[in-house]
């Protein structure tokens, strides 16, 4: 009788090992599911973030260009009034265009 009681002693520890292994396996699975998941979220908002702070940059440039053409049509203006009043040859090269 004994022997029977720690067989079955065994085989119920046993199988709580393998109940436990098997428990511990399924979190590893959902726990690497998981990462997975979180590192994608952040590779595309990384990405997002990137793209965002390149438009920022582009616009930023070309609002820079934008301004100094701006400022060059305002100076040809000046020249070509002071060249009309002075009776002088007009300035060459309108950055009208190029704005």
Excluded at 17 to 38: F, R, W, Y
């Amino acid at each position: 009788m004994c022997g029977i009681l720690r067989q079955e002693g065994v085989k119920t520890n046993l199988v709580e090992t393998i109940k436990e292994t098997i428990k511990s396996q399924v979190a590893l699975s959902q726990l690497k599911a998981s990462t997975t998941i979180v590192e994608r979220v952040k590779s595309e908002l990384a990405q997002r973030d990137w793209a965002a702070r390149e438009w920022a940059n582009l616009r930023r440039v070309k609002l820079e260009e934008l301004v100094g053409k701006a400022s060059e049509c305002r100076e040809y203006l000046i020249e070509h009034m002071r060249a009309a009043q002075e009776r002088q040859e007009l300035p060459k090269g309108d950055p009208i265009n190029d704005l």
